[in-house]
């Protein structure tokens, strides 16, 4: 057979040299892809940034995870078009409330509501498939059923999974450039401290009045510090702007020190937080299997009249508020633990982190939360672009604009906030 029904000529009748220039192309694609990779991990691995490289090969693994899913969805296309349902089953938890002539005549899905304005994906390999989805729509149909799930419907499946990797992974590189541009702005702080009026050898032999130290000043001090109801809300706006001051490293900065390397007052302790950072980005990076179970769940919800995904772009937002405020929280409670036992001291002001401070006397279930709510907004944002690139802006999909104006500066605002001061400020109070 030269060619299908529509007109489509098979590889048996196609030019050799065609699909040699095809072939050549994406595996040249491919290799420079692998190579670059390859090369940057080299590099990682000749600058010692173990923690980038181990979080690099991290990443190497779920887009190989990602492959994989994008395989076998290929592999199986055949055997999951031939598993047929009975067409009563199509009319629930659909994304798009079928035409009103479709649903009296029961013609079901297999007669798509045309789209006006098919977009990118949509048009990449849509007519390479119309032999198979005929063959394979026309074997359930002879049986008086659907599909389970259309050729189609498995293609744009695919696209999806190509799009969530490419969102995840340009997520996790703003991540780890917003994270260290943050920490790069205590360089000053570290130098001024080491080299300037914080003399760790001058700070031992002086008497210091608890109330009168910058940093219980700011988080003890004051009637209102005294309730903890005011305490949280303070330390839930304190988010939004300085999350970290100079007196807060300063004292932090001491308090590890004193704690870990007494005998090296000099200690280059913003290098260690870049490392920090580092080690933290590592954990925060790839898909887990709770999040793939979250993944599925999330589809499921995507019912017509839902309005699902502007209320679940809601659950990251309020976890990162509630993370943000924690870990101010944490600092306003040392500062406030050495002003309830101290009115003057020798030497300098230290703090004692604990894991008491944090929920559940677990600070691991911070780091969970953070990468619950990076690996949720990139999942917010690859869906959007999906249905952008498959189906048009005007999708039903889609939804209305009041609906989708919200989750996008929802999106910006979540990556924004996480990496450049939630996630610095975890690496910094967990020490």
Known sequence: MVSSEEGETTLEYTPTWNVAVVCSFFVVISLLLERGIHRLGKTLKKRNQK?????????????????????????????????????????????????????????????????????????I??????LLSTGESGYCEKKGKKPFLSTEGLHQLHIFIFVLAIVHVVFCVLTMLLGTAKIRTWRAW??????????????????????????????????????????????????????????????????????????????????YMMRTLEADFKKVVGISGYLWFFVVIFLVLNVDGW???????????????????????????????????????????????????????????????????????????????????TYGFDSCIMGKVVFIVPRLVIGVIIQVLCSYSTLPLYALVTQ
């Open 125 to 130: 390999g849509s007519t390479s498939r119309r």
């Open 190 to 271: 570290e130098k001024d401290i080491r080299e300037n009026r914080y003399n760790a050898q001058d700070a031992i032999k002086r008497i210091v009045h608890v109330a009168q130290d910058d940093f219980v000043k700011t988080h003890a001090m004051g009637t209102w510090r005294k309730s903890s109801i005011l305490s949280w809300v303070a330390s839930f706006f304190k988010q939004f702007y300085g999350s970290v001051t100079k007196a807060d490293y300063s004292t932090l900065r001491l308090s590890f020190i004193e704690t870990h390397c007494k005998s090296n007052p000099q200690f280059d302790f913003h290098k």
């Open 307 to 389: 309005h699902s995904y502007f209320w679940i772009a809601f659950i990251p937002l309020i976890l990162l508020l509630a993370v943000g405020a924690k870990l101010e929280h944490v600092i306003a409670q040392l500062a406030q633990e050495v002003a309830a036992k101290h009115t003057a001291i020798e030497g300098p002001i230290l703090v004692r982190p604990s894991d008491d401070h944090f929920w559940f006397h677990r600070p691991k279930l911070v780091i969970i939360l953070i990468h619950f709510i990076l690996f949720q907004n990139a999942f917010e944002i690859a869906f959007f672009f999906w249905i952008w690139t």
């Open 51 to 123: 923690p980038l490289y181990e979080a690099l090969e991290k990443l190497k693994e779920e887009l190989m995870l990602l492959g994989f899913i994008s395989l076998l969805l290929t592999v199986f296309q055949g055997p999951v078009n031939h598993i047929c349902i009975p067409e009563r089953f199509y009319k629930h938890m659909l994304p798009c409330k079928l035409p009103e002539t479709e649903e009296s005549t029961n013609e079901g899905p297999s007669s798509h509501v045309e789209i006006p304005s098919r977009k990118l994906f949509s048009l």
